[in-house]
T-cell receptor, first 113, second 116 residues
Framework: GQQLNQSPQSMFIQEGEDVSMNCTSS?????WLWYKQDPGEGPVLLIA?????ELTSNGRLTAQFGITRKDSFLNISASIPSDVGIYFC?????????????FGTGTRLLVSP | DAGVTQSPTHLIKTRGQQVTLRCSPK?????VSWYQQALGQGPQFIFQ???????QRGNFPDRFSGHQFPNYSSELNVNALLLGDSALYLC???????????????FGSGTRLTVV
């Protein structure tokens, strides 16, 4: 099935560092979402983006909806150990029922204290 | 307020068998979607139910079927299990609103299915 391209696949950083990850698609999306998944749990929504160019923050997290509508990025500032997990982007294509999401391949984040 | 509840949490089945997974949506939600997440991959959309009918389907064979009950809970059934069906099966619920700015999409913790 279709999946969005996420990069990097994994990151190992020191506590306090900033992190950036992105997501690209070959087709246009009109909604971009970023989720975090902890081991043994389902994904939890972090940020939702609804408009091209939109920049949205949630605490130390900032995400942007690309102008071309084919990409999005997520930044985490001043990382802490509890940021460890897998981060997924997800998109909803135009004219698609708003419930159906296409997910990225995930970015695994490890934070060293 | 209970979130999305899935059962069982883990399951081991033999190839060729059939399995039923269950999901209770978050209170106030009437729409249920099912996703399959293979190890190391992102979730893949299987199908969505509301008003007790399948409304949208991803690229999954007919071996995958579902049901939604009047209380909005849902079941996912998989027949003739294959080794490749081993995955985490996630249920997500949301309110049936066309307001795309109200993205109340909540995932359960999933059922880990292992086919041997």
């Amino acid at each position: 099935g279709q999946q969005l391209n996420q990069s990097p696949q994994s990151m190992f950083i020191q506590e306090g560092e900033d992190v950036s990850m992105n997501c690209t698609s070959s087709s246009i999306f009109n909604t971009w979402l970023w989720y975090k998944q902890d081991p043994g749990e389902g994904p939890v929504l972090l940020i939702a983006l609804y408009k091209a160019g939109e920049l949205t923050s949630n605490g130390r997290l900032t995400a942007q909806f690309g102008i071309t509508r084919k990409d999005s990025f997520l930044n985490i500032s001043a990382s802490i150990p509890s940021d460890v997990g897998i981060y997924f982007c997800a998109g909803r294509a135009p004219r698609m029922d708003f419930q159906k999401l296409v997910f990225g391949t995930g970015t695994r984040l490890l934070v060293s204290p | 307020d209970a979130g999305v509840t899935q059962s069982p949490t883990h399951l081991i089945k033999t190839r060729g068998q059939q399995v039923t997974l269950r999901c209770s949506p978050k209170s106030g939600h009437d729409t249920v979607s099912w996703y399959q997440q293979a190890l190391g991959q992102g979730p893949q959309f299987i199908f969505q139910y509301y008003e007790e009918e399948e409304r949208q389907r991803g690229n999954f064979p007919d071996r995958f079927s579902g049901h939604q009950f009047p209380n909005y809970s849902s079941e996912l059934n998989v027949n003739a299990l294959l080794l490749g069906d081993s995955a985490l099966y996630l249920c997500a619920s949301s309110p049936r609103t066309r307001d795309r700015f109200n993205y109340g999409y909540t995932f359960g913790s999933g059922t880990r299915l292992t086919v041997v």
